[in-house]
């Protein structure tokens, strides 16, 4: 074959398709090209409808004037430089048993005796 000399860079010459001729089909390829496809374009309407529940979640965290809600495991952070926000879902167990934990932290905070609040500020 002849080499085609191209910008000073030597390139093989390379026959173009026949005409009527097309690629064998490798069908574990094609299956795997198209189920890619399929879940990227779910992926990219599933982004869109993020972005557009973010914006809501925002817009109703400056209608209400927070910048932090906690209730009953779902914690929402506004962060108000970048204008976005932070979110945070527990399973109904598991907010239950750190709303427990939390409460027992408070209990032992407030078990001082006098002979230990002496020793702390000393």
Same mark, same amino acid.
Request: proline letters at 0%; a negative charge; glycine letters at 4%.
């Given at each position: 074959m002849a080499k085609e000399k191209t910008n000073g860079a030597a390139k093989s010459a390379r026959q173009d398709r026949l005409p009527g001729m097309a690629d064998a089909k490798i069908q574990a390829l094609h299956n795997a090209a198209m189920d890619y496809a399929?879940?990227?374009?779910?992926?990219?309407?599933?982004? +869109?409808? !993020?972005?557009?529940? +973010?914006?809501?979640?925002?817009?109703?965290?400056?209608?209400? +004037? +927070?910048?932090?809600?906690?209730?009953?495991?779902?914690?929402? !952070?506004?962060?108000? !430089?970048?204008?976005?926000?932070k979110v945070r879902v527990k399973s109904p167990e598991d907010a239950e048993k750190s709303e427990t934990k939390a409460a027992k932290k408070v209990d032992k905070r407030t078990e001082f005796n006098p002979a230990q609040e002496q020793a702390i500020e000393s």
């Open positions: 399929d879940i990227r374009d779910q992926r990219q309407a599933l982004t +869109k409808q !993020e972005v557009d529940l +973010k914006e809501k979640l925002i817009g109703l965290m400056h209608a209400h +004037k +927070k910048t932090v809600y906690d209730y009953n495991g779902v914690h929402i !952070e506004l962060i108000v !430089e970048e204008e976005t926000v």
